[in-house]
Each structure stands twice: as structure tokens, then as C-alpha cells.
């Protein structure tokens, strides 16, 4: 069936089966393999997007659900100001070991930061938890948010 | 360890950026047309351009461990040019021409330390001896910087850019004589330089294995028999093939391959979700009675058989143990175990293949080790090594899992069934976790006696590890120099052997990561039974600075490094054996421990600090002492690997639950029964402190990682009087 999506501010018609994750039409149907697949259970954030605001696992949200919303992605994410933000910190900090967690943990970070401007410890790991960093760069993680937040300098 | 050279091809037979190979002739007619502004190859490594930017090519495999930025790092260096001249570019795998490309065992600086700074330091010498040459000046006369030659006596310069065509038809000089900078002028190791791919990874920029896409490119989702080694009996494919977008079903044959048991069926598709929705309507039938009786229970079982009787085979003996055990004052004996574990990379396996017309075979893999993918592909296929190009991606995480290359083997045959259309094979969640190359099990009976005065004057260990005919398989040894069997009179370590149909492998800090755990957790009982900790333990033990031989050839084992690392460590972290923290809320209990480890040719010792409330284990704080040698080439991303290591070995400690095996089959399906550690897991702190020695610097992608496991063990007991003999420690 086609189904109109809006990513990153575009408009696309996406000839898909309703049930298709989006995290496979975005790597598969929209050429934008940014958004990474993981677990494809909900289970490790990899595949984090920005639906109307709200990050979600991509890999567990059919494409037909999506149909008429906003999506952001990591290929999009620096138009948001904050995701430019956070974007940014991550440069500085030289967050990534892989990186192929990433995508994921920028984009939950960014709706994380979009809903709580000065995110307490708690917030941050209430925000975050749910994405898995493989290569354990939760320290520069949490620098990170906590930079973009505007709370810390280094 | 002998460092590798790098063969006279590195330099005779350089690419160019359209990937063509030049002969040394052609490089000299190329040298001698007009000048262009094109690109000048001074050899394997080193790219011209005409900005005087310089393209370096990194030869390794890039996994998170910083590869990518450390070789280039010790090219530029001895090239003398400025950081922001360098432009970094993946090469292929091609081992005549590069040397040795292997991200594993932490080999990239030991191995790469000379190598790569002689092809800067030679390249640097052929734009020299050309500015020498075009000056008619002595080449001594003249220095280098920021890439351009000086002459400082005739007051003129060049940049590398307008004598690079010139240089390319200088002689190469002989590298094992070409002059090296003194470490004093070093201007870029040392230096903090950061990820190269990390702007790509911001953007969501096309990058690893499993974002390759290629024009016609095809899907192929994986049906592995449940259990490993058992074989196809029986497959209705027609529902499967029916789906619409499915393109076929290949059968992948079994076989003795060299990276492990390869039954399968591969559903291919133009979707990988269509593909991967398409197994469902496979019926298969698969013989696995000859795998059926391997499960978790048996292993246990079996090993309890074992431990109390003699060993199968002895690993090391020296005096008499038993003689020794019988005349002590003090005899302790405590078994430990550990479980298996799968790697469980982000980024699932996968690898893109295409058959070419011509029956050659291209690569697009996300391997650790493309030389041997190149080989068990070639037994595998029949088909010749030179037959094949690999094309190195960035890789979402290693851990050893990508040494194995299993999914080249998988792709090459889905490839050879579909001949001209590249395969895009990729393992779900469930495939990854149920056919990896498994961190084995191990049990361990320690028994140890100490005299009146508190030496320890007797040491012995049952290993019950996997294996046959007195051999472990892979990953599953016991060295016969392990600590610290080397230095007590009287030892003897045996093993005995388990059967398993489970495919193992190296996981980080492969062995160590166990036996760091199981060897200084024992000591840490042993110091208590001596009635003193455990760095004071093992700076009695250590003796005088010495260096003792190890089962590895060419690596020994220095105990003035292990000793400056353990002080260095106590006095980072205060150390007098109590936390350093203030006592707790009332059902909280805190505790502090302390673990040496040496791997990979990298000396640790780690403090640990632990809270334990209603059972949870909270790590407060993690001390790291490491000598890595003289230098440091990339502290942040020095910084980062110990951090992700000690992270890791928290992990192992506290979250990683066994993989379990019942009739042969692994049980874990996905992150519900095989968590891996997420934020809340992460220490409050932690501090990190080089200790710098007169060796050449080695690796660090491993050597963080082992220590902290028994620091966190011994931490706990400290605060619950609770020793927990296995892994992951659990309060229960
Ligand atoms: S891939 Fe979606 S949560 Fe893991
Ligand atoms: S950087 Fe490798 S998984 Fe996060």
C-alpha cells in the first residue's frame, strides 16, 4: 500500500506493507541507513527515531503508524536546535567508540533534552537507559547530555 | 615478539585512488609525464595530493578500538607534516601489500610501531632526497615541517605537493636503516587526536558492513540449524519461495569448514524484511541427535565428576604440590566457575558478497581478520585467495566475535548461488546470539597451602575445561605460566576435559578475562588466610624486579611492571584495604577490592569500590594503574579503550548472564536473556593513571579489561564477608 510519511521535513510516498517496520523502510526503502538496526525487539535503542517528539524504537513501530506524522532521524537531526546541540557535544566529546550505537543514543538524547532542557542524573538515565552502548561510552554520554544541556563545560 | 616488516611490494606496487595498482615501472613513467595536478603515491601508505593535503591509508580493521587514527597517527609523525594535512582513507585487505592487518590479541602498536612510522620516515626521505636532488644540495643539508622541505642555508622551501612527483622516482630508502625522529620531537604521538568517522557517525553517513548497498543488490536472511553441528535433513521450500519478492532459497552446505559448522538454509530476497518474514513459511527438518545430549546442566554435572579426580593432563608441574600441601600450616581450597558467554556486537553479523561473471569474488565485510576470512573462503569454495577482493567497513563493535568468518563463508556460497548479483547477508538478533564462537565455560579446583610464616609454599589447580586427546579447543587454554605458577616452588595445574558441540572463540581480553577473575579472587583468599591483602600478597610473590618467561614466545613477563603499576594504583586510590567511603545508610554495606592482571603485553592493577544494598551491586569507583610502555600515542583514545574495557569487565562481573544450552540448542533469543550492561551499570568514577616505562609501547584494547572483575569480586566480599566463587556474581 503507499503510505505518505514526512522525514526530516520531506514528504515521501512509501510503497510498503503496513506491518513493515519504519526501521526498514528508512534503511531499505529510503536508501537512509543511518538508523541502525540492533535487536529488533525494543530491547537496545538502536533504531531510535523522533516521532511528533517522541523517540521511539523504530524497529517496533509499523510503517502505517507513522503515516501523516513527523519523522526525525539521525540524518536529520541537526536541523532540530537541539539536535544540533547534542549533535555538537558528541563532536566535542568524541563520544563514539564503534558508533554504531549512536544514532540511536544522539537521537534519544535529543528528545530527552527537547522535553527537559536541565535533566537531572535521574532524568538522564530515565532518558537513556533503554539505549545499549555495546562499547560502554556511558561516561562520555552522560558528558555529553550534560555539555549540551548547557550544565557542564568540558 | 619479532616486529614484522613490511615487504619491499609496500612500496613497489602502490594503489592510486581509483583503486588501479601501479608496477614500480608504470610509477616511474607516470613520475616522468608533465606536471599535473594529480595525486602522487609515494607508496602503500602515502597519497600526495595536489593541496599538499597527504592521503594516508589505514590498514586495520577498524572495530571502535581508534585503528583507524593511531596507524595514520605514526605515518604522519615520521612524514613530518601537521594533523590537519591528513585525510584518512580504509584500505582493502591485502596482506602482501599492507603487512599484517588483524584487529585482535591488542598486536596493532607492538606490531605497527616501527612499521608504520618507517614507511612515514621513508616516504619523508625520498621528497628530500628529490628537493636535494632539484637544489643540487646535500639532502642532509636540508629539514622538514608541516610538510615541506627546507633548505634553510639557501633560504627556500617546497611543499611535498610540487616534489612528490620527483620523490616517487627516488629509490626507496631501506627501511630497517631509515633515520627516525627522536621521541622528544614528536608532534602527533602523544597527542589527543580524535575519531575520524565520528562526523559520519553524528550524520547517520553510510559506513558499516550492514549499510552497504550496491547496485541490484539482493537480501539474505539466515536459518541456522538450532543446533550448532547438526545438519539438514529435510526443507519444503515452496511457501517461502512463493512470498512474493523472494528470490530463492539456498541450501548452505555443511561441511568441516575452518571457522566452525555451517548447515543452513538462507531465504534471499529484495528485502532483507521480506527475506527475513519469508522463514516463517519454510518447513525444515534438521538432524541434531548427535548434538541433543550437550546441555548447560550436563557441563555442570560432568565437571563436579571431575574436579575432585586427578587430571587428565598436566599443564605445569615443578617440586613436589602434594608433599608440600601435606607438610603446611594452612591449607585452603575454594572452587571456582565461569560461564559461557556470546559477544553480542551492536552491529549484527553480516557480510555483502558478489560472485563476479569471471568467478572472481568481491567483499564488503565487517571482519577482524580478513586474511583468514580470505583463507576459509578459498578451502571453503575451492576458489583461489588472489581470486577475491575484501573490502574493509567500519565494524559495530569486535570483541573478538569478527575474528571468526563465518558470515564471508555464508555470503560467499549465497553469492556463488546467485552469480552477478551482490548478496547482503545479515543475522537477526536471535542468529547472532545462538551461533557465535562462545567465551567457554571453565571450572577450577584451587588448593594451596602456606607455611607458619605465611608463604605460599604449595599451589594447585583443576581446570575442567572443553577439549579432547589432552588439548583445549580454541580459547578454552590454560597457560602453563600463569600466574603465579611461575614463581612458587611447589605447582601443579591439570586439566581435564569436557565434550560440546558449541563453537568457542576469543572474546576481549580472551582467557584473561576469566582467569583474572578466578586466579586473584583464590589469591585474594590466600592473602586473607596469610593475614594481609592482596597487593601486598603479590608484591611478596612478585620479588625482586625480574622478568620471567611466559608460554608465548619472545613475551615475558616483567616483575618490576607489575609491582610499579600495583603501587601506583594503591596510592591513586588510597589504599588500606577499607573503603575510602563513608559508611553507608543502614542496609547498605561497601567494600573496596583489588585486581592485577597481565595480558596482551599490558600491566593492570584496579581498585574497585562497591555498595551493596539488598543484594544489588552498585560499583562507586574504579581505580586504573597501566603500563602500556613508553608512550601513549593517543591519550583520549587511550582513555576511551580503558574505560570501555573496565566498563566491559563490570559487565562480565555483575550483568552478562550464561548462555544456556539445553539439548544441544542455545536458549538466548535476545537482550531479555542475554542483558547486556546499559547506563545504571556504569561506575560513578573512574580514575585512570599512566605509568610510563622504557618499553616500546603496546596495545590497550584488552589489558583494562581483566582486573576488575576480581577487584569487584573481592570488593564484595569485603563489604558482605559473602566470597562468590562464580560468574556473574550474584548475592542470590
Ligand atoms: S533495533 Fe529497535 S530497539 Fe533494538
Ligand atoms: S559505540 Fe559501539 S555500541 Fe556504542
Request: with cysteine; charged share 20%.
Given at each position: 500500500?503507499?503510505?505518505p510519511?514526512?522525514?526530516?521535513?520531506?514528504?515521501?510516498m512509501?510503497?510498503?506493507?503496513?506491518?513493515?517496520?519504519?526501521?526498514w523502510?528508512l534503511r531499505e526503502?529510503?536508501d537512509?541507513p543511518?538508523?541502525?538496526f540492533g535487536?529488533?525487539a525494543?530491547l537496545?535503542?538502536?533504531?531510535?527515531?523522533i516521532?511528533d517528539?517522541v523517540a521511539?524504537?523504530s524497529?517496533q513501530?509499523?510503517i502505517?503508524d507513522?503515516?501523516?506524522?513527523q519523522i526525525?532521524?539521525?540524518e536529520?537531526v541537526s536541523?532540530?536546535?537541539?539536535g544540533?546541540k547534542?549533535?555538537e557535544?558528541?563532536?566535542d566529546?568524541d563520544v563514539?567508540?564503534c558508533?554504531y550505537?549512536?544514532?540511536g543514543?544522539?537521537?534519544?538524547a535529543?528528545a530527552?533534552?527537547t522535553q527537559?532542557?536541565?535533566p537531572?542524573?535521574?532524568?538522564?538515565?530515565?532518558?537513556?537507559?533503554g539505549?545499549i552502548?555495546?562499547?560502554?561510552?556511558?561516561?562520555?554520554i552522560e558528558?555529553?547530555?550534560?555539555?549540551?544541556?548547557?550544565l557542564e563545560?568540558? | 615478539m619479532?616486529?614484522?616488516?613490511l615487504?619491499?611490494?609496500?612500496?613497489?606496487a602502490?594503489s592510486?585512488?581509483g583503486?588501479?595498482?601501479?608496477?614500480f615501472e608504470?610509477q616511474l613513467a607516470?613520475?616522468?609525464?608533465?606536471?599535473?595536478?594529480e595525486p602522487?603515491?609515494?607508496?602503500?601508505f602515502?597519497r600526495?595530493m595536489?593541496?599538499n593535503?597527504?592521503?594516508?591509508g589505514?590498514k586495520n580493521p577498524?572495530?571502535?578500538?581508534g585503528v583507524?587514527v593511531?596507524l595514520p597517527?605514526?605515518i604522519?609523525?615520521?612524514?613530518d607534516?601537521?594533523?590537519?594535512?591528513v585525510?584518512?582513507?580504509?584500505?582493502d585487505a591485502?596482506?602482501?601489500k599492507?603487512g599484517?592487518?588483524v584487529a585482535?590479541?591488542?598486536?596493532?602498536?607492538p606490531m605497527?610501531?616501527l612499521?608504520?612510522r618507517?614507511?612515514?620516515?621513508a616516504a619523508?626521505a625520498?621528497?628530500?632526497?628529490a628537493?636535494?636532488?632539484?637544489?643540487g644540495?646535500?639532502a642532509?643539508?636540508?629539514?622538514t615541517?608541516?610538510?615541506?622541505?627546507l633548505d634553510?642555508?639557501?633560504?627556500?622551501s617546497?611543499?611535498?605537493a610540487?616534489?612528490?612527483r620527483?620523490?616517487?622516482?627516488?629509490?626507496?630508502p631501506?627501511?630497517?636503516?631509515?633515520?627516525?625522529k627522536?621521541?622528544a620531537a614528536f608532534r602527533?604521538?602523544g597527542?589527543?587526536?580524535?575519531?575520524?568517522?565520528v562526523?559520519?557517525?553524528?550524520s547517520?553517513?553510510?559506513l558499516?558492513?550492514i549499510d552497504?548497498r550496491?547496485p541490484g543488490?539482493?537480501?539474505?536472511?539466515?536459518v541456522?540449524?538450532?543446533?550448532?553441528?547438526?545438519?539438514l535433513?529435510?526443507?519444503?521450500d515452496?511457501?517461502a519461495?512463493a512470498v512474493?519478492?523472494?528470490i530463492?532459497?539456498?541450501p548452505i552446505s555443511s561441511g568441516?569448514?575452518?571457522?566452525?559448522?555451517?548447515d543452513?538454509?538462507?531465504?534471499v530476497a529484495?528485502?532483507w524484511?521480506t527475506a527475513h518474514?519469508?522463514?516463517?513459511?519454510?518447513?525444515v527438518?534438521w538432524?541434531t541427535?548427535?548434538q541433543?545430549?550437550?546441555?548447560?546442566?550436563g557441563y555442570?554435572r560432568a565437571?563436579?565428576?571431575?574436579?575432585?579426580?586427578a587430571?587428565?593432563?598436566?599443564?605445569?608441574?615443578?617440586?613436589d604440590?602434594?608433599?608440600?600441601?601435606?607438610?603446611?600450616?594452612?591449607?585452603i581450597?575454594?572452587?571456582?566457575?565461569y560461564?559461557?558467554l556470546?559477544h553480542?556486537t551492536?552491529?549484527?553479523q553480516?557480510?555483502?558478497?558478489l560472485?563476479h561473471?569471471?568467478?572472481?569474488?568481491?567483499?564488503?565485510?565487517p571482519?577482524?581478520?580478513?586474511g583468514?576470512?580470505?583463507?576459509d573462503?578459498?578451502?571453503?569454495l575451492?576458489i583461489a585467495?588472489e581470486?577475491?577482493?575484501i573490502h574493509?567497513t567500519r565494524i559495530?563493535?569486535?570483541?573478538?566475535?569478527r575474528?571468526?568468518?563465518d558470515?564471508?563463508?555464508?555470503?560467499?556460497q549465497?553469492a556463488?548461488?546467485?552469480?552477478?548479483?551482490?548478496?547482503?547477508?545479515?543475522?537477526?538478533?536471535?542468529?547472532d546470539l545462538r551461533?557465535?564462537?562462545?567465551?567457554?565455560?571453565?571450572?577450577?579446583?584451587?588448593?594451596?597451602?602456606?607455611?607458619?610464616q605465611?608463604?605460599v609454599?604449595?599451589f594447585k589447580?583443576?581446570f575442567?575445561t572443553?577439549g579432547?586427546?589432552?588439548?583445549?579447543?580454541r580459547?578454552a587454554?590454560l597457560?602453563?605460566t600463569e600466574y603465579?605458577?611461575?614463581v612458587?616452588?611447589?605447582?601443579h595445574m591439570?586439566?581435564?576435559?569436557?565434550?560440546?558441540?558449541?563453537t568457542?572463540g576469543?572474546?576481549r581480553a580472551p582467557?584473561?578475562?576469566a582467569?583474572a577473575?578466578v586466579?586473584?579472587s583464590?589469591?585474594d583468599?590466600?592473602a586473607e588466610?596469610?593475614g594481609t591483602?592482596?597487593?601486598?600478597?603479590?608484591?611478596r610473590?612478585l620479588g625482586?624486579?625480574?622478568?620471567?618467561p611466559?608460554e608465548?614466545?619472545?613475551?615475558?613477563f616483567?616483575?618490576?611492571?607489575a609491582r610499579?603499576?600495583?603501587?601506583?594504583?594503591t596510592?591513586l586510590?588510597?589504599w588500606?584495604?577499607?573503603p575510602?567511603?563513608t559508611p553507608?545508610?543502614a542496609?547498605?554495606s561497601?567494600g573496596?577490592?583489588?585486581?592485577?592482571?597481565?595480558?596482551?603485553?599490558g600491566?593492570?592493577?584496579?581498585v574497585?569500590?562497591?555498595?551493596v544494598?539488598d543484594?544489588?551491586?552498585?560499583?562507586?569507583?574504579?581505580?586504573i594503574?597501566?603500563d602500556i610502555?613508553?608512550?601513549i600515542?593517543?591519550?583520549?583514545?587511550?582513555?576511551h579503550?580503558?574505560?570501555?574495557?573496565?566498563?566491559e569487565?563490570l559487565a562480565?562481573?555483575?550483568v552478562?548472564?550464561?548462555?544456556?544450552?539445553e539439548q544441544?540448542?542455545?536458549?538466548a533469543?535476545?537482550?531479555?536473556?542475554?542483558p547486556l550492561?546499559r547506563?545504571d551499570g556504569k561506575?560513578?568514577e573512574?580514575?585512570?593513571?599512566?605509568v610510563?616505562s622504557d618499553?616500546?609501547?603496546t596495545?590497550?584494547?584488552e589489558p583494562?579489561?581483566?582486573p576488575?572483575?576480581?577487584?569487584?569480586a573481592?570488593?564484595?566480599?569485603?563489604?558482605t564477608g559473602?566470597?562468590?566463587r562464580s560468574?556473574?556474581?550474584n548475592l542470590?
Amino acid at each position: 500500500m503507499a503510505i505518505p510519511i514526512t522525514v526530516n521535513r520531506k514528504k515521501r510516498m512509501v510503497e510498503a506493507e503496513g506491518d513493515k517496520p519504519l526501521l526498514w523502510v528508512l534503511r531499505e526503502d529510503l536508501d537512509m541507513p543511518g538508523t541502525k538496526f540492533g535487536c529488533g525487539a525494543g530491547l537496545c535503542g538502536a533504531c531510535t527515531v523522533i516521532l511528533d517528539g517522541v523517540a521511539v524504537r523504530s524497529c517496533q513501530t509499523p510503517i502505517a503508524d507513522a503515516a501523516g506524522k513527523q519523522i526525525t532521524t539521525i540524518e536529520g537531526v541537526s536541523a532540530l536546535p537541539v539536535g544540533k546541540k547534542v549533535v555538537e557535544a558528541w563532536l566535542d566529546i568524541d563520544v563514539p567508540q564503534c558508533g554504531y550505537c549512536q544514532a540511536g543514543q544522539i537521537m534519544s538524547a535529543t528528545a530527552l533534552l527537547t522535553q527537559t532542557p536541565k535533566p537531572s542524573a535521574d532524568d538522564i538515565l530515565g532518558g537513556m537507559n533503554g539505549n545499549i552502548c555495546r562499547c560502554a561510552t556511558y561516561v562520555r554520554i552522560e558528558k555529553a547530555i550534560r555539555k549540551a544541556a548547557g550544565l557542564e563545560q568540558a | 615478539m619479532n616486529a614484522p616488516t613490511l615487504s619491499r611490494r609496500s612500496f613497489i606496487a602502490a594503489s592510486l585512488a581509483g583503486g588501479a595498482t601501479l608496477t614500480f615501472e608504470a610509477q616511474l613513467a607516470f613520475a616522468a609525464s608533465p606536471m599535473l595536478p594529480e595525486p602522487v603515491t609515494l607508496n602503500a601508505f602515502i597519497r600526495v595530493m595536489a593541496d599538499n593535503s597527504v592521503v594516508i591509508g589505514a590498514k586495520n580493521p577498524e572495530i571502535g578500538q581508534g585503528v583507524k587514527v593511531m596507524l595514520p597517527m605514526l605515518i604522519a609523525e615520521e612524514l613530518d607534516i601537521s594533523w590537519e594535512q591528513v585525510r584518512i582513507e580504509q584500505t582493502d585487505a591485502d596482506q602482501a601489500k599492507y603487512g599484517p592487518q588483524v584487529a585482535g590479541g591488542s598486536t596493532a602498536t607492538p606490531m605497527n610501531w616501527l612499521p608504520m612510522r618507517q614507511a612515514g620516515a621513508a616516504a619523508r626521505a625520498m621528497l628530500v632526497a628529490a628537493a636535494a636532488r632539484q637544489w643540487g644540495v646535500d639532502a642532509a643539508t636540508l629539514s622538514t615541517e608541516a610538510g615541506r622541505v627546507l633548505d634553510k642555508a639557501g633560504g627556500r622551501s617546497a611543499t611535498y605537493a610540487a616534489l612528490a612527483r620527483a620523490a616517487a622516482a627516488e629509490t626507496a630508502p631501506d627501511l630497517a636503516k631509515v633515520p627516525l625522529k627522536d621521541p622528544a620531537a614528536f608532534r602527533i604521538i602523544g597527542q589527543s587526536k580524535k575519531g575520524v568517522d565520528v562526523p559520519k557517525i553524528v550524520s547517520g553517513q553510510p559506513l558499516f558492513g550492514i549499510d552497504t548497498r550496491l547496485p541490484g543488490m539482493v537480501h539474505a536472511a539466515l536459518v541456522k540449524c538450532p543446533a550448532i553441528g547438526g545438519t539438514l535433513a529435510k526443507v519444503d521450500d515452496a511457501a517461502a519461495r512463493a512470498v512474493p519478492g523472494v528470490i530463492a532459497v539456498v541450501p548452505i552446505s555443511s561441511g568441516q569448514c575452518p571457522a566452525g559448522k555451517m548447515d543452513a538454509l538462507a531465504v534471499v530476497a529484495n528485502s532483507w524484511w521480506t527475506a527475513h518474514k519469508a522463514r516463517e513459511k519454510l518447513s525444515v527438518e534438521w538432524d541434531t541427535a548427535a548434538q541433543d545430549g550437550f546441555s548447560t546442566e550436563g557441563y555442570a554435572r560432568a565437571a563436579a565428576d571431575l574436579l575432585p579426580k586427578a587430571p587428565a593432563a598436566t599443564i605445569f608441574k615443578a617440586g613436589d604440590a602434594d608433599a608440600a600441601l601435606a607438610g603446611a600450616a594452612k591449607v585452603i581450597t575454594a572452587d571456582y566457575s565461569y560461564p559461557f558467554l556470546a559477544h553480542a556486537t551492536l552491529e549484527p553479523q553480516n557480510c555483502t558478497a558478489l560472485w563476479h561473471a569471471d568467478g572472481k569474488l568481491e567483499f564488503w565485510a565487517p571482519t577482524q581478520n580478513p586474511g583468514n576470512g580470505r583463507k576459509d573462503v578459498a578451502a571453503m569454495l575451492g576458489i583461489a585467495p588472489e581470486a577475491m577482493t575484501i573490502h574493509m567497513t567500519r565494524i559495530g563493535g569486535g570483541f573478538g566475535r569478527r575474528l571468526m568468518n563465518d558470515y564471508m563463508v555464508l555470503a560467499a556460497q549465497v553469492a556463488k548461488a546467485l552469480p552477478g548479483k551482490p548478496v547482503k547477508l545479515l543475522f537477526d538478533r536471535t542468529d547472532d546470539l545462538r551461533n557465535d564462537y562462545y567465551r567457554p565455560a571453565g571450572w577450577h579446583r584451587f588448593t594451596a597451602g602456606l607455611d607458619a610464616q605465611g608463604q605460599v609454599v604449595a599451589f594447585k589447580d583443576h581446570f575442567i575445561t572443553f577439549g579432547a586427546d589432552g588439548k583445549a579447543i580454541r580459547a578454552a587454554e590454560l597457560s602453563s605460566t600463569e600466574y603465579p605458577a611461575p614463581v612458587l616452588p611447589n605447582v601443579h595445574m591439570g586439566q581435564s576435559f569436557l565434550a560440546t558441540n558449541l563453537t568457542t572463540g576469543w572474546l576481549r581480553a580472551p582467557s584473561s578475562n576469566a582467569l583474572a577473575f578466578v586466579f586473584q579472587s583464590f589469591m585474594d583468599e590466600l592473602a586473607e588466610a596469610a593475614g594481609t591483602d592482596l597487593p601486598e600478597l603479590m608484591r611478596r610473590t612478585l620479588g625482586p624486579a625480574r622478568e620471567l618467561p611466559t608460554e608465548r614466545q619472545g613475551l615475558v613477563f616483567h616483575t618490576g611492571r607489575a609491582r610499579a603499576v600495583i603501587d601506583a594504583v594503591t596510592k591513586l586510590a588510597g589504599w588500606t584495604g577499607k573503603p575510602s567511603t563513608t559508611p553507608g545508610k543502614a542496609n547498605e554495606s561497601k567494600g573496596r577490592g583489588f585486581g592485577f592482571y597481565f595480558s596482551h603485553r599490558g600491566y593492570f592493577a584496579e581498585v574497585a569500590d562497591v555498595t551493596v544494598a539488598d543484594g544489588a551491586v552498585k560499583v562507586d569507583k574504579v581505580w586504573i594503574a597501566g603500563d602500556i610502555g613508553s608512550q601513549i600515542i593517543n591519550p583520549i583514545n587511550a582513555e576511551h579503550q580503558s574505560q570501555g574495557a573496565a566498563i566491559e569487565g563490570l559487565a562480565q562481573a555483575l550483568v552478562l548472564q550464561p548462555i544456556v544450552q539445553e539439548q544441544g540448542r542455545v536458549t538466548a533469543e535476545n537482550f531479555g536473556e542475554f542483558p547486556l550492561l546499559r547506563m545504571d551499570g556504569k561506575p560513578g568514577e573512574i580514575a585512570l593513571e599512566w605509568v610510563k616505562s622504557d618499553f616500546p609501547p603496546t596495545g590497550l584494547g584488552e589489558p583494562a579489561l581483566p582486573p576488575v572483575i576480581p577487584a569487584v569480586a573481592n570488593a564484595i566480599y569485603r563489604a558482605t564477608g559473602k566470597r562468590l566463587r562464580s560468574l556473574p556474581l550474584n548475592l542470590g
